[in-house]
């Protein structure tokens, strides 16, 4: 213990030294999809962040300089899983709906019709354009779906489209592309079919439209280059300059582009979090979300910005892969989910502004105003409690395995996905920590977010660090963990536990809901240990008080349509 509070007080003197970051590789997530809590959509409004008793005179020249803290990768929406990239397609792709300040609001839909059954639910399309002056129709749509259900494809999120009409025995190969439940009626209107009525459908309904020329002109090059993709949101992919910058202009073809204030945004891939508190304080960046003690106090003092402090809908996990020789087994992993010093972590890495996680659901999830997490009951805390010894489980697993059982000589590898400084800096403390508790050896591994990506959806790891945002309907969480989604490499595989979560998404009673989130909750994190919560998301933003129209709610899809500055030039 006490080697832990020494290595504790050097994190924190390092800190200070490095400026280092306390946010984590961001992996996941083109997960910020609108909520579900009312059935009609309600139009747009522009709230501001930046309050002001008059309407502010609009700087002459709109634009906006971000961070991106990675490389998008991909912007194929068939294949992307990074946040860096759905920041990017939610500001240059028009979805049929949004979520904009905690509200449903149509976007790429005028309105939509649903039949008494709630079976069949019927999109008008606004008259929207393509940056290349091509009109958005129905079949752009109903494209995107029919390559989701594409087995070819590998769409990561194909749990979430079981809903629509066959496309589950379509995507496992049983069932002809053709029988999906999708159907053009003409150019403006959209019909869907449903397998089963479900509350939470236009969480899934924010995909994106897909043009079928321009993707079977670029084939596997589709969105790797800013010229291999076309625009039809509020903003149009100018330039991309690979690890380090990506310019969008305002889309003037766009339907509601009138709203649309920003001229030029420009978002910066910077990985080190001293270079980006640097960009913040020059002005080089408008707005940045800010996880350093030091930095904290210091923007704090400055009268030209604007502190925000936030809880994302966001959890930091550690993922095991269930099929490792090692990890395949219970105990191994419940050693490790036991030992972690998720508190210390939360104080000393993460500087109290993110809380510790004890499941997998973070605060801002909901079922009808109850957070899932408060149904669940935190039974993680329980079981620790139960088990004062991991090293003891250690053995135990080790014993099973028919392994030695001095866990001196067992070993094994962290993976992190992240390469700056602070990534480092964390890894170390996690081994050191870990080390002490179970008494085994640990060895680390950090790769750049794609490479991780890559090795962890081959199975080339045994314990990964990610984090995954959430949706504003809990089903999307737990999917990520069925047997049959590819989104989590850990390979969790538990008949149960898919049936539970098909089961969910079909049950249309609220209490029963909570009831059953909480057990796949349970079962994940408790029973199984197929993940290691460690903290919920959470931060610092700091924006300059010339900054408005930001969407601060947890799952905005908004992007940067409604943000403009005023005040800039004085």
Not at 173 to 184: A, C
Not at 283 to 303: K, N, T
């Amino acid at each position: 213990m006490k080697k832990t509070l020494s290595l504790l007080l050097a994190l924190m003197m390092i800190f200070a030294l490095l400026a280092g970051c306390s946010e984590t590789a961001e992996p996941a997530d083109d997960a910020q999809e609108p909520s579900a809590e009312s059935n009609e959509p309600t139009e747009p409004t522009e709230p501001s962040d930046n309050t002001a008793t008059e309407e502010p005179q609009l700087d002459e020249v709109q634009y906006y300089n971000i961070n991106l803290a990675e490389e998008p990768g991909s912007l194929n929406h068939l294949i992307n899983t990074t946040l860096a990239g759905g920041t990017i397609l939610t500001n240059v792709l028009e979805p049929l709906v949004r979520n904009e300040w905690g509200e449903i609001v149509p976007a790429g839909c005028s309105d939509y019709e649903i039949s008494e059954d709630g079976l069949t639910w019927t999109f008008h399309l606004r008259e929207n354009y393509w940056n290349d002056g091509v009109q958005v129709t129905a079949q752009d749509y109903a494209y995107t779906l029919q390559m989701c259900a594409t087995p070819a494809t590998g769409y990561p999120y194909a749990a979430d489209m079981y809903v629509i009409k066959n496309f589950e025995p379509i995507i496992a190969g049983e069932m002809d592309i053709s029988e999906l439940g999708v159907h053009v009626v003409d150019d403006l209107t959209l019909e869907i079919e449903l397998s089963y009525v479900c509350p939470a459908l236009l969480n899934t309904l924010s995909f994106m439209p897909l043009r079928q020329d321009v993707y079977e002109e670029w084939g596997e090059r589709y969105g790797s280059e800013a010229e291999t993709l076309v625009c039809c949101g509020p903003f149009v992919l100018d330039e991309w300059t690979h690890n380090s910058t990506l310019r969008l202009s305002k889309n003037e073809q766009y339907w509601d582009a009138e709203t649309v204030k920003l001229e030029d945004v420009t978002y910066h891939i910077v990985t080190e979090e001293v270079a980006r508190y640097n960009m913040l304080d020059n002005g080089s960046l408008d707005s940045l979300s800010v996880s350093d003690v030091d930095y904290i106090a210091r923007f704090s003092a400055r009268e030209d910005l604007n502190a925000i402090h936030y809880s994302s809908a966001r959890t930091v996990m550690m993922v095991f892969n269930n099929e490792d020789p090692a990890f395949s087994n219970r105990n191994i992993r419940l050693a490790f989910s036991l030992a972690f010093p998720r508190e210390d972590t939360a104080t000393y890495i993460f500087n109290d502004l993110n809380e510790p996680a004890w499941s997998l659901t973070p605060p801002p999830v909901t079922e009808n105003g109850v957070a899932i997490r408060d149904a669940t009951g935190e039974p993680l805390k329980q079981l620790i409690a139960d088990n004062p010894d991991p090293q003891a489980v250690l053995i135990e697993g080790l014993k099973e395995l028919g392994l030695s059982e001095d866990p001196a000589d067992f070993e094994f590898e962290l993976y992190l996905s992240g390469t700056n400084s602070k990534m480092h800096t964390m890894g170390e403390y996690w081994q050191q920590a870990l080390q002490e508790a179970l008494g085994c050896t640990i060895t680390l591994r950090y790769d750049d977010y794609a490479i991780f990506s890559s090795n962890c959806s081959n199975g080339d790891f045994q314990v990964g660090f990610l984090s995954w945002g959430a949706n504003a309907d809990p089903s999307y969480m737990f999917n990520l963990f069925a047997s049959t989604s590819s989104s989590i490499p850990g390979k969790h595989n538990n008949p149960e536990y898919d049936e539970l979560a098909l089961a969910v998404q079909r049950e249309l009673d609220y209490e029963k809901r909570l009831e059953m989130f909480a057990e796949l909750d349970n079962m994940l994190v408790t029973e199984d240990v197929a993940i290691c919560p460690v903290v919920f998301g959470g931060g610092m933003t700091f924006r300059y008080d010339y900054v408005y129209g930001v969407d601060e709610s947890a799952f905005t899809d908004a992007g940067v349509k409604y943000v403009y500055t005023a005040g800039r030039e004085s």
